[in-house]
């Protein structure tokens, strides 16, 4: 005789009891606003019903550990349309064994010592971009720093530069930009050409795909593949457990992943320090004073700080696939659960005066992994965290050897949506000035030589275009 198991006791935690259209409203209006009056009204642990479906949001750090931690046969990605828009292959679409499975195969150039020989393309890339800032009128930032960040993307996952890449940077931007609206917006997947949403990202991928096809057969044909460290030529002789290479499809959405995710996320963080920063002069001064002298730890803690408050990114979530999952609660299947990084990181039970910028809180002390969490966390965690940190600190240091910033008493600058990202309302606006043969690094001194590459006047157009959802 079988005795059927007790049937599980369900506790959600306590939450509005509104219409969940209206829940929706108040998420899609302010979602900033609205889950940080929630957090005061029922503390680290709530509900909330949306159009989307049920989702328990927490802050507490035990319970995103806990979270982070469980079994992917328990809790597996958030449901959302990313798949639809970087492809069925992209690491935010697959689960379980095909997800693990990816991650070991591009994790590996991401890594360790390999940060390292991707500085001097970040330094160069900063360099040229700088080279054309316009010097004693405020500028905005985050513009200039997408620029930096995804030519950098691009050479560290293709190794070269070249006719196919000019196009590649325009195409990404143009994908991204109109892909975060249509994982946003309920658009229909109807493809009646080029006229309809679907039809030109259908028709933007196709190219993008033709061009990663074109660099694939320039890669096998490279005499010298073996000896190549790029991520495409690393993916290309990457192998499954199995033997099996990765298929032609799973490396183009792989590379769209990459992209997408690797130079907005890192562009934002940037401008949030430099508006920072320009607010914060003894800071700024004291920064200076240590890139001269080659120093790295003020710096680092200044990067910590910034994500902590203003992390670009400010959720990160699982789906319950299992009949239900214990978190205190006992939240059932098809919940998001959702993990309120900015709700955790303005939190003054965890953080001493958490609303104050003060890098001094990580100077020799390295974040509590619990409840810093601008990356995400556990078997999700961002694949790129190393990457990023990498790419802020020499992006940063090259401003501070090659610029004086000026500071300003400007307000703060508010929090901007641009649907997935949240940047400073002006793009981080400040005055820059050179200085004059301040540089010690002969890396920079070839300068001039370095120009906007050709396609990036319609990189700047298509940046204009962009889709910012919320003024909060
Ligand atoms: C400051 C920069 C960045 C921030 C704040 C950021 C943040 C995040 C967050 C919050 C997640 C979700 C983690 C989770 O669910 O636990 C994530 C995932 C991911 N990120 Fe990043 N990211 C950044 C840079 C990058 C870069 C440079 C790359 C690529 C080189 C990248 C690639 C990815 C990918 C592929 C995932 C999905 C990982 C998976 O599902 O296994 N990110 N990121």
């Known amino acids: 005789m079988t005795v059927n198991p007790a049937p599980t006791i369900v506790r959600i935690p306590p939450g509005l009891r509104l219409p969940k259209s209206l829940q929706q409203l108040m998420f899609s209006v302010s979602r900033r606003m609205t889950l940080d009056a929630l957090r005061r009204r029922y503390g680290p642990a709530f509900s909330l019903n949306l159009i989307i479906g049920r989702a328990v949001v927490i802050s507490d750090p035990a319970l995103v550990r806990q979270l982070f931690l469980t079994s992917t046969d328990i809790v597996g990605r958030l449901e959302n349309h990313l798949g639809l828009v970087l492809g069925p292959y992209s690491l935010f679409s697959v689960?379980?064994?095909?997800?693990?499975?990816?991650?070991?195969?591009?994790?590996?150039?991401?890594?360790?010592?390999r940060m390292q020989s991707y500085e001097a393309i970040v330094e160069e890339e900063t360099m040229r971009e700088a080279a054309s800032w316009p010097e004693d009128r405020p500028v905005e930032m985050f513009t200039p720093m997408t620029r930096i960040t995804l030519n950098v993307m691009l050479r560290a996952i293709f190794g070269t530069e070249g006719a196919e890449l000019d196009e590649l940077r325009v195409l990404t931007l143009r994908l991204t930009t109109l892909g975060t609206r249509l994982f946003l917006l309920p658009v229909p997947r109807i493809d009646l050409g080029r006229l309809t949403p679907w039809g030109a990202f259908n028709r933007y991928r196709r190219q993008f795909d033709a061009i990663i096809d074109a660099l694939i057969a320039k890669v096998f044909a490279d005499p010298a593949l073996a000896e190549r460290r790029d991520l495409l030529s690393v993916m290309l002789q990457a192998r499954y457990d199995d033997g099996q290479p990765m298929s032609r499809r799973e490396i183009s959405d792989e590379i769209l992943t990459l992209l997408a995710a690797g130079h907005e996320t890192i562009a934002g963080t940037l401008a949030w320090a430099i508006e920072r920063l320009c607010r914060h002069p003894s800071t700024l001064a004291r920064l200076a004073?240590?890139?001269?002298?080659?120093?790295?730890?003020?710096?680092?803690?200044?990067?910590?700080?910034?994500?902590?408050?203003?992390?670009?990114?400010?959720?990160a979530g699982r789906r319950v696939l299992a009949d239900s999952v214990r978190l205190e609660w006992v939240i059932p299947r098809g919940y998001s659960i959702v993990v309120g990084i900015t709700l955790m990181h303005s939190d003054d039970s965890l953080y001493v005066d958490a609303s104050t910028f003060n890098p001094d809180r990580f100077v020799g002390v390295r974040p509590d992994r619990d409840a810093w969490v601008p990356f995400g966390g556990g078997y999700r965690r961002c694949i790129g965290a190393a990457f990023?940190?990498?790419?802020?600190?020499?992006?940063?240091?090259?401003?501070?050897?090659?610029?004086?910033l000026s500071t300003t008493s400007e307000?703060?600058?508010?929090?901007?949506?641009?649907?997935?990202?949240f940047v400073p309302a002006k793009g981080g606006r400040a005055v820059v000035r050179r200085r004059r043969g301040a540089s010690p690094d002969p890396a920079t001194s070839h300068r001039s030589r370095l120009r906007p590459r050709s396609g990036e006047a319609s990189l700047e157009a298509d940046r204009e275009d962009h889709c910012d959802l919320e003024g909060d």
């Open 411 to 421: 307000p703060d600058e508010r929090w901007r949506s641009r649907g997935i990202t």
């Open 289 to 315: 004073v240590e890139a001269d002298a080659g120093g790295t730890e003020l710096r680092r803690a200044a990067i910590l700080e910034v994500q902590r408050v203003r992390p670009v990114v400010d959720m």
């Open 388 to 404: 990023a940190e990498m790419e802020m600190d020499i992006v940063l240091r090259t401003l501070l050897r090659e610029f004086e």
């Open 95 to 113: 689960e379980g064994e095909v997800h693990q499975q990816h991650r070991k195969l591009l994790a590996p150039p991401l890594h360790g010592h």
